[in-house]
């Protein structure tokens, strides 16, 4: 089994992250019937994607069994945020090509992303980072990704629609290296600072809020 990076946060967040290089069929193989359901698999058609969804109910499946979380299966609430039935857990989860992280807490909400440093995010900086933001990243591929990848899990957090990333979630200026930044969601009548934890992997960021 692939899991890379299994470890615990002096925050009580778990987190573990799948490496993919099994084969679609060797990933079905191994996941037991009562974790994916024929009405799951249906809705997924891109063989890639079931693959992500495969490893990421697998990491699900091991860090629940790792913890003694009794599993009773896995719902979405109206806005699509995930959460374990019947148990106080919290999870979030990310999925890439490559990689599969997933991070549990015992009684917090939680948020995780993984990203790679992209072109991309250079040409929409101006949608969702601040001016602050955006003087601080400038055109640092590395930066704007980790921005960015902290707004997404700061999102997965708090798990509603309508938040605008540029108001909403706000990010402190911080060093490239920095493992721990800060942050902050502020919408209606949240205002909250969040720490937020940064860890390379190979070429992507994973960065999780707890
Ligand atoms: C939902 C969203 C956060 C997913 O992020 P992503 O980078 O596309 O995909 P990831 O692999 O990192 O995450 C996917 C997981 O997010 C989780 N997720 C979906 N909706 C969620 C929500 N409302 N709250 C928390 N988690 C959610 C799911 O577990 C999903 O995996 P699953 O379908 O296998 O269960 C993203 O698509 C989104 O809507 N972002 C906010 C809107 C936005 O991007 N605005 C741009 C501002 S410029």
């Keep these: 089994m692939p899991i890379i990076i299994e470890k615990q946060y002096s925050n009580q967040a778990h987190v573990a992250v799948w490496h993919i290089t099994e084969s679609h069929d060797e990933l079905q193989a191994m996941l037991p019937s009562a974790i994916l359901t024929d009405a799951e698999l249906a809705d997924i058609r891109h063989a890639q994607k079931q693959i992500e969804f495969f490893c990421s109910r697998l990491t699900i499946k091991y860090l629940v069994d790792k913890l003694g979380i009794g599993y009773l299966g896995i719902k979405k609430d109206e806005y699509g945020k995930p959460y374990l039935v019947g148990s106080n857990w919290h999870f979030s989860l990310t999925h890439t090509a490559e990689y ?101 992997i190979a070429q992507y960021y994973l960065v999780t809020v707890c």
């Design 100 to 200: 599969i992280a997933v991070v549990m807490h015992p009684s917090r909400p939680l948020g995780v992303d993984m990203e790679q440093p992209s072109e991309k995010l250079l040409r929409i900086a101006h949608k969702f980072l601040s001016e602050t933001e955006r003087n601080d990243a400038d055109s640092d591929s590395d930066k704007l990704c980790i921005y960015w990848s902290a707004k997404e899990a700061l999102y997965k957090l708090y798990g509603k629609r309508k938040i605008i990333f540029i108001d909403n979630l706000l990010i402190c200026p911080f060093r490239k290296n920095q493992q721990v930044i800060n942050g902050r969601l502020r919408i209606n009548e949240i205002d909250e600072q969040y720490t937020l934890i940064v860890e390379r």
